[in-house]
């Protein structure tokens, strides 16, 4: 049996509980930006799966806008089903939107028309996808727009950062226009060797939850992969009008066991838990 | 004195003068600098509502936030429907591209800029809509920018410069506040920036990181507190330095004086190994001393060292008359008794 809520869900904020049957509780709070940083060693893209698992939980009525630049369908689904989600599934009930984009900037036709407007094409999708779902529903949903991953926005954006960054913030607006939520991976380790660390830390000053996966700073271990560190500045919740401070810093270790089923992460210095 | 840099932009500009300009400034570890954005912004908002402030509306160049973030926040501190009028918001993100717009233009006081790199057109849009609320009189308006750092994505220094300037001198602006994120950019524009404010609010971390410390716990306490370092140009020239504490809560943001002598031994006393202050006991050991010029009434009594040589018998007595402004003055004040003059 599944532990209703982990503490990576605490840390993003996502209320989540097996028995209840309140609805839309497990999306992450209306309006957040969650950056996810990782690196070569330390792959993050498991949180990604995490929150694609939340979001799409049978008693929540939340939706995912997907964007893929660096994975299939296919890859997604086999990961999901795992975790016990059919993505075919959600995709029919029209609360899975798939962008596949792994061509985006190497089609013929997109090719030189990435600056003067490809990147913008691809917003106005998202914007459509977000407003007819709105419309669909009735009541306003919350939304969670997936980015996997933005370095390979940048590729397609000729290594412009600038564009990419413009494509960024145009998804950013929709998180106060609709009340989604925006969720980015990045990897850290790009950056480094550049002059300035500046890229990334102008998206650190856009997001308001912060995940960085980094190897264990005490070295390599047998069952521990690494540590994550979530830096959660606190959204403002329109619904309920006030600051919602959630957790300022939390540190974990997470182990990659064969299946994906065992990542779960937990508190560093707590290895009994490490297991599952 | 969060406050009272507040009502410094609330007084707007004399005629013929600058107007005052705020810059907000801050950096990764305490990026707490859109709190303070947003605490001017809804203290401006009430003056202006008020009917206290010398600006009579508001525009707002929305760069970072969309536009409705600024009409939510405005509604919810009881700004309504009814006087949204005398706000603008200004949403500056799409360059030059065709219809994605998730804002209906015009609607509920939001027009959308399509034009980033041309700062003119920016400045002749931003007066244009300022005067739409205004009206044609001589009733002036305040500007507030989200962020500069964002404007400077696209355009050379130089651009924003001209702008920010053309902005503060323009007889209809009464007060600028803007935002700007230093450790993006290099030393000499912000220093660029800076000078064309006549007050710098720096939001910088209480406690120093010191090197190998790992810095998780503290990065965690700087966003909810942090250390708001105030430099404020006066009219006369003169410099006042000023700090105060911000405390990040559920309901916003609040401020806390810091005790006036640990702020002052902070900023103006530089690193030194001897001591430049006085204690208790000092001064008041050092009040007891009778200096030179104040023996003079007591001189029958006493006989000076020359006298006693007898040095001086013949020659006429030399005297210094000394006579002290007042009695609050310490008697030995390097103080410019001209100081308060407004030249």
């Known amino acids: 049996m599944e532990r209703s809520s982990n503490l990576l869900d605490e840390a993003l904020g996502i209320i989540y509980d097996n028995s209840s049957l309140s609805s839309s509780s497990s999306s992450l709070p209306n309006g957040s930006c969650v950056l996810i940083e990782d690196c070569v060693e330390t792959s993050a893209s498991f949180v990604i799966h995490h929150i694609l698992k939340r979001s799409l939980s049978p008693n929540s009525s939340s939706s995912v806008v997907f964007l893929s630049l660096s994975h299939p369908f296919s890859h997604y689904d086999r990961i999901l ?11 029919d009930n029209r609360r899975f939107f798939f962008f596949d984009m792994l061509m985006l900037g190497c089609t013929e036709q ?3 028309n990435i600056h003067s407007g490809g990147l913008i094409e691809l917003y106005g999708k998202i914007q459509k996808a977000i407003e007819d779902s709105n419309s669909s529903s009735g009541n306003s949903k919350c939304i969670t727009i ?15 950062f600038n564009h990419s960054l413009d494509f960024l913030r145009y998804c950013y607006t929709l998180t106060s226009e609709f009340g989604c939520s925006l969720v980015i991976l990045n990897h850290e380790d790009i950056y480094l060797e550049e002059e300035s660390a500046t890229p990334i830390l102008q998206m650190e000053y ?5 995940i960085k996966a980094e190897p264990l700073s005490t070295g390599l271990a047998a069952d521990v992969h690494g540590q ?7 959204t403002y919740d329109k619904t309920r009008n006030s600051m919602n401070k959630g957790l300022g810093l939390e540190e974990r270790a997470w182990s990659h066991g064969q299946l994906m089923r065992n990542v779960v992460p937990s508190r560093l210095g707590v290895p009994s838990m490490l297991r599952v | 004195m969060a406050e009272s840099t507040c009502r410094v932009l609330r007084d707007g500009a004399l005629e013929g003068e600058l107007a005052p300009a ?7 570890l305490t990026p707490l600098s859109f709190h303070v954005f947003d605490y001017v912004l809804s203290q401006l908002s009430s003056y202006v509502l008020a009917g206290k402030s010398q600006s009579s509306g508001m525009v707002i160049v929305a760069l970072t936030r969309s536009p409705s973030y600024y009409v939510n926040m405005l509604n919810s501190g009881g700004i309504d429907g009814v006087s949204m009028d005398k706000w603008h918001v200004l949403l500056q ?5 065709g219809q994605i717009g998730s804002c209906p233009d015009s609607s509920s006081g939001v027009t959308v800029f399509r034009d980033v790199r041309n700062l003119e057109k920016l400045f002749s849009a931003v007066l ?4 739409g609320i205004v009206g044609q009189g001589k009733d002036r308006f305040c500007i507030a920018i989200d962020s500069v750092t964002e404007l400077l994505r696209d355009v050379p220094l130089s651009s924003l410069a001209g702008l920010l300037s053309n902005l503060r001198s323009h007889e209809r602006v009464s007060s600028l506040f803007w935002l700007l994120h230093s450790d993006i950019h290099n030393t000499s524009t912000n220093a660029a920036v800076e000078y064309m404010s006549s007050i710098v609010a720096s939001v910088e971390s209480t406690a120093q990181l010191k090197s190998g410390q790992q810095g998780l716990f503290l990065l965690e306490q700087n966003l909810r507190k942090a250390k708001l370092r105030m430099r404020l140009k006066r009219r006369n020239g003169r410099v006042r330095l000023m700090s105060e504490e911000i405390h990040v809560e559920q309901s916003g943001v609040t401020f806390t004086s810091i005790s006036s002598e640990e702020s002052v031994a902070q900023t103006l006393v530089p690193k030194v190994h001897f001591n430049l202050q006085l204690s208790e006991k000092e001064q008041l050991d050092r009040s007891k001393v009778v200096l030179p010029f104040e023996h003079q009434e007591e001189q029958n009594g006493v006989a000076t060292e020359a006298e006693k040589s007898g040095m001086t018998e013949n020659s006429s007595r030399g005297e210094i008359i000394y006579l002290r402004d007042s009695d609050d003055e310490r008697p030995d004040s390097d103080e410019d008794p001209d100081d308060d003059l407004d030249i």
């Open chain 1, 81 to 91: 089903r795992k975790l016990g989600c059919n993505l075919a599934a959600q995709r």
């Open chain 1, 110 to 112: 997109s090719l030189g």
């Open chain 1, 146 to 160: 997936v980015l996997d991953d933005f370095s390979l926005i940048e590729v397609a954006a000729k290594g412009s």
């Open chain 1, 206 to 210: 856009l997001a308001n939850i912060l």
């Open chain 1, 228 to 234: 994550l560190t979530v830096l959660n500045k606190g």
């Open chain 2, 22 to 28: 705020l810059t907000i400034k801050d950096s990764i």
């Open chain 2, 93 to 97: 993100k799409l360059k030059g591209c």
């Open chain 2, 128 to 131: 244009e809509l300022g005067k």
